[in-house]
């Protein structure tokens, strides 16, 4: 049954779904033993206002030293990817293997055009009644190119 698992990833779409949300569900489905590829992790949301949002993420990254870390993420696929670590036991093996399991990238490479993706609509951010931004312009911000 693990083979299984291992051959035939789940592919989700982040495409305007929460960041928090989306990624308290997958880690959930991680520990769980599912193999999880996110796509289109550029197009997920935060919620909240722009300039609160890079106020503190300014803030975050001021924390550490450029060579004994910590290292911050600056591109949309490592923002995500170390905010599901952040919901994952990451240092007891049943985290470290449910991070292995997860593979996140921005846009749709060749491999996944044609599979069919699901999206998470629980999660949806048209059930948001303030503002948001997309993951795309927060790591803009702080130097991706895309």
Same mark, same amino acid.
């Given at each position: 049954?693990?083979?299984?698992?291992?051959?035939?990833?789940?592919?989700?779409?982040?495409?305007?779904?929460?960041?928090?949300?989306?990624?308290?569900?997958?880690?959930?489905?991680?520990?769980?033993?599912?193999?999880? %590829? &996110?796509?289109?992790?550029?197009?997920?949301?935060? $919620?909240?206002?722009?300039? #609160? +949002?890079? *106020?503190?993420?300014?803030?975050?990254?001021?924390?550490?030293?450029?060579?004994?870390?910590?290292?911050?993420?600056?591109?949309?696929?490592?923002?995500?990817?170390? %905010? &599901?670590?952040?919901?994952?036991?990451?240092?007891? $093996?049943?985290?470290?293997? #449910? +991070?292995? *399991?997860?593979?996140?990238?921005?846009?749709?490479?060749?491999?996944?055009?044609?599979?069919?993706?699901?999206?998470?609509?629980?999660?949806?951010?048209?059930?948001?009644?303030?503002?948001?931004?997309?993951?795309?312009?927060?790591?803009?911000?702080?130097?991706?190119?895309?």
């Amino acid at each position: 049954m693990e083979k299984s698992k291992k051959s035939q990833p789940t592919i989700i779409d982040a495409k305007g779904l929460i960041l928090g949300r989306m990624a308290s569900k997958i880690a959930k489905l991680l520990l769980n033993g599912e193999s999880i %590829v &996110i796509v289109n992790a550029e197009e997920a949301v935060i $919620s909240g206002k722009m300039q #609160a +949002i890079i *106020r503190d993420r300014e803030r975050f990254l001021q924390i550490g030293h450029h060579r004994k870390g910590p290292i911050h993420p600056r591109t949309p696929e490592g923002i995500v990817k170390k %905010v &599901i670590r952040g919901m994952l036991p990451r240092k007891k $093996s049943r985290g470290i293997e #449910a +991070i292995k *399991r997860l593979k996140v990238y921005t846009g749709i490479p060749e491999e996944f055009k044609d599979s069919s993706k699901i999206t998470l609509a629980e999660v949806d951010a048209s059930n948001l009644r303030c503002s948001y931004i997309k993951i795309a312009d927060v790591a803009y911000n702080f130097g991706w190119k895309e």
